[in-house]
């Protein structure tokens, strides 16, 4: 995006424009500045009293707002090769560029990971600038009561009078984080026009537990450990946070997009070591007759080194263990399979899984296929990027190739 003014005299007709963008979260603000660049009026509606509430708690209060690698692989979607074209448009360079252009100081983290340097409002307040400087108006604070569709316009019913355009964008995201007013709208509409809509769950979200693992948990609530966890033939190797309710941090996060109900996960709890060198370790010790707990609590915290042993117990010193049975036990420390009892739901998600079925979307301009002038970005696809900026690098992503197309 380029800085000058909307030279476009705006449309006389009260409440009339040539784009409505309902959503003032990331891929709404990005997509109305994107589209008011090239020179058309354009309204963000807003059930919210501020925008951008998601940017504004995201990592921490800082916001990870994009990622040095994105592919891909990075996202799941019924078809895989729907996020191409978006991407490979708008990569994560140039949205680093943009920010740059406004002096964000940010900070590069592990795998990639970009976070503002300070707070994400800095980066709120670069989207809004740029929005300012494209001429974007905006209605928050408002409900949208009904949508229509005749004589090839859009008309919007809401708390805040009626409101009318040629081409309409919904960009309201998804189910996760009600308490700061998500809803389902973007579902609603879809429907109403004919979509079909891939069934939605909590995503990025942590797993609990109701048997006894979950008293345990919670005994070791805030203590973090790195592992690598195993679901459904996806492996991430992070941090595991535990919970009163059971088990969360980037890892299990990571995981929970891919878990079933009733199904196990898998957790390496030396994700150093694969289960030879770890039966190679054990039996290191058993020849040297030093103590067990001793060695766990070297590669583990303490506190969950006596967990660990109290479900699992096993002989301080080695010496009368047999090779059978410390190779169970290498097993049992790099397999260790747990039944979560479910997700902790949209409250704790970071995102929503499925969506509005991308069959029924250009890859190209986010234009609906079967309904003129109605677009889809954003998290209301059903397109979820792994944890890391993934998710944000598509909201501005299909932001930038939608608001192009406008």
């Given at each position: 995006?380029?800085?000058?003014?909307?030279?476009?005299?705006?449309n006389t007709e009260k409440g009339v424009y040539d784009v409505i963008i309902l959503g003032a979260g990331a891929s709404g603000l990005m997509c109305s500045a994107t589209a008011a660049y090239q020179g058309l009026n354009v309204l963000v509606l807003d059930h919210a009293p501020k925008a951008a509430a998601k940017i504004r708690i995201s990592g921490g209060g800082k916001c990870n707002f994009t990622n040095v690698n994105v592919t891909?692989?990075?996202?799941?979607?019924?078809?895989?090769?729907?996020?191409?074209?978006a991407l490979s448009r708008y990569p994560s360079t140039a949205f680093v560029e943009l920010v740059?252009?406004?002096?964000?100081?940010?900070?590069?983290?592990?795998?990639?990971?970009?976070?503002?340097?300070?707070?994400?409002?800095?980066?709120?307040?670069?989207l809004r600038t740029e929005c300012d400087w494209a001429g974007v108006q905006f209605q928050l604070n408002t409900q949208v009561k009904s949508v229509q569709?005749?004589?090839?316009?859009?008309?919007?019913?809401?708390?805040?009078?009626?409101f009318k355009a040629v081409k309409l964008v919904v960009a309201t995201g998804a189910l996760s984080f009600p308490k700061l007013k998500a809803t389902g709208i973007g579902y609603d509409i879809a429907k109403q026009f004919g979509l079909n809509i891939v069934k939605t769950s909590p995503g990025l979200v942590p797993?609990?537990?109701?048997?006894?693992?979950?008293?345990?948990?919670?005994?070791?609530?805030?203590?973090?450990?790195?592992v690598s966890v195993q679901v459904n033939g996806h492996a991430f190797t992070e941090a595991m946070l535990f919970t009163h309710k059971g088990l969360s941090g980037p890892a299990i996060l990571q995981a929970s997009n891919y878990w079933q109900q009733g199904q196990p996960i898998v957790l390496n709890t030396l994700p150093e070591y694969t289960e030879p060198q770890v039966f190679e370790a054990l039996l290191a010790l058993k020849k040297s007759g030093k103590s067990l707990p001793k060695w766990l609590n070297q590669v583990w915290p303490k506190r969950f080194t006596q967990i660990w042993l109290e479900a699992y117990p096993m002989d301080s010193v080695l010496s009368n263990i047999t090779h059978e049975a410390l190779q169970a036990y290498a097993k049992q420390l790099t397999h260790w399979q747990?039944?979560?009892?479910?997700?902790?739901?949209?409250?704790?998600?970071?995102?929503?899984?499925?969506?509005?079925?991308t069959d029924a979307v250009s890859s190209k301009t986010f234009e609906c296929k079967t309904q003129k002038n109605l677009f889809f970005i954003g998290e209301v696809l059903d397109v979820t990027g792994h944890l890391g900026g993934f998710n944000?690098?598509?909201?501005?992503?299909?932001a930038v190739a939608c608001g192009m197309a406008l």
């Amino acid at each position: 995006m380029t800085k000058h003014a909307n030279t476009n005299a705006p449309n006389t007709e009260k409440g009339v424009y040539d784009v409505i963008i309902l959503g003032a979260g990331a891929s709404g603000l990005m997509c109305s500045a994107t589209a008011a660049y090239q020179g058309l009026n354009v309204l963000v509606l807003d059930h919210a009293p501020k925008a951008a509430a998601k940017i504004r708690i995201s990592g921490g209060g800082k916001c990870n707002f994009t990622n040095v690698n994105v592919t891909p692989e990075h996202f799941i979607c019924q078809n895989p090769h729907f996020v191409k074209s978006a991407l490979s448009r708008y990569p994560s360079t140039a949205f680093v560029e943009l920010v740059e252009r406004h002096g964000l100081a940010y900070e590069i983290r592990g795998g990639g990971k970009y976070f503002c340097a300070e707070r994400a409002s800095d980066l709120i307040q670069i989207l809004r600038t740029e929005c300012d400087w494209a001429g974007v108006q905006f209605q928050l604070n408002t409900q949208v009561k009904s949508v229509q569709y005749r004589g090839g316009e859009y008309f919007l019913n809401t708390s805040q009078g009626n409101f009318k355009a040629v081409k309409l964008v919904v960009a309201t995201g998804a189910l996760s984080f009600p308490k700061l007013k998500a809803t389902g709208i973007g579902y609603d509409i879809a429907k109403q026009f004919g979509l079909n809509i891939v069934k939605t769950s909590p995503g990025l979200v942590p797993l609990t537990f109701s048997d006894k693992w979950q008293v345990r948990f919670s005994e070791l609530s805030g203590l973090s450990m790195p592992v690598s966890v195993q679901v459904n033939g996806h492996a991430f190797t992070e941090a595991m946070l535990f919970t009163h309710k059971g088990l969360s941090g980037p890892a299990i996060l990571q995981a929970s997009n891919y878990w079933q109900q009733g199904q196990p996960i898998v957790l390496n709890t030396l994700p150093e070591y694969t289960e030879p060198q770890v039966f190679e370790a054990l039996l290191a010790l058993k020849k040297s007759g030093k103590s067990l707990p001793k060695w766990l609590n070297q590669v583990w915290p303490k506190r969950f080194t006596q967990i660990w042993l109290e479900a699992y117990p096993m002989d301080s010193v080695l010496s009368n263990i047999t090779h059978e049975a410390l190779q169970a036990y290498a097993k049992q420390l790099t397999h260790w399979q747990l039944f979560p009892a479910n997700t902790a739901g949209y409250d704790k998600a970071e995102v929503t899984l499925g969506g509005v079925d991308t069959d029924a979307v250009s890859s190209k301009t986010f234009e609906c296929k079967t309904q003129k002038n109605l677009f889809f970005i954003g998290e209301v696809l059903d397109v979820t990027g792994h944890l890391g900026g993934f998710n944000f690098q598509w909201a501005w992503a299909s932001a930038v190739a939608c608001g192009m197309a406008l």
